[in-house]
């Protein structure tokens, strides 16, 4: 089956050249990055890469409202891989992303699914957050994008794409997911940057996302939610 790797961009020139130089060598079909108007040098680093004859795998640059939900859907709207693989911009996949994401599709009943998560910071706190992320996401079925949620692509048309929210949509999308058949938990870990734990400070981060989702569930559209939110993508 083909793959492709989707990745939304906004002003990540910090994270990007080390994210596309490691996932050009991990054997996906194709590289999609997603900007969503950088002011920064995203756009010129991404497109150092582009029809590189070095990078094993293609890589696009497409381009897209701002919007992490608009960016994630107009990247699935621009390949044709059989798979697609969202992942953040700051997020380094295991070395056998590939491998493990078509041993779990083999079985015809998984849709999609995702991996487990680890922060790159040494801090016992980052440890113990990435610890709670997956036994929550195991445990209620939801993944976030930390993650990198994968599914198939009919699966992913069939069930209407991304919302386009302003928050939230990993959390929408994943509930629709899980609707539509088997998801897979991956124990491989992706291995992500803990900044904005450490921007805000880990305890008041956590207390914000709670207290988000625990809004959301109750029924406050995003829209208002996102004026408690200052990373709005």
């Avoid at 961009?9 to 994210?19: G, K, P, S």
């Amino acid at each position: 089956m083909t793959i492709a790797v989707i990745i939304p961009v906004l002003n990540e020139a910090r994270w990007i050249d080390q994210t596309l130089a490691y996932t050009a060598t991990l054997g996906f079909d194709e590289v999609i990055i997603v900007d969503g108007g950088s002011a920064d040098e995203t756009c010129v680093i991404v497109d150092s890469y582009v029809g590189r004859s070095s990078t094993a795998a293609p890589m696009r640059l497409l381009t897209a409202p701002r919007g992490r939900a608009r960016q994630l859907n107009a990247g699935a709207a621009g390949t044709q891989c059989e798979v697609l693989l969202f992942l953040h911009a700051d997020t380094r996949l295991p070395a056998y992303a590939r491998q493990a994401i078509s041993t779990a599709l083999a079985d015809t009943t998984c849709v999609g699914g995702r991996f487990d998560v680890r922060f790159d910071s040494p801090r016992r706190i980052a440890r113990l957050i990435g610890h709670m992320m997956n036994l929550r996401s195991r445990w209620s079925g939801i993944a976030t994008g930390d993650q990198a949620l994968f599914v198939r692509r009919n699966i992913f048309e069939q069930i209407g794409r991304f919302a386009e929210i302003p928050l939230m949509e990993d959390i929408e999308f994943s509930r629709r997911l899980k609707r539509a058949g088997r998801l897979v938990p991956l124990p491989d870990q992706v291995v992500t940057a803990f900044r904005r734990w450490e921007q805000n400070g880990p305890l008041r981060t956590i207390l914000l996302m709670w207290t988000l989702r625990f809004l959301y569930w109750i029924g406050i559209s995003p829209y208002r939610l996102q004026h408690f939110y200052s990373i709005v993508r």
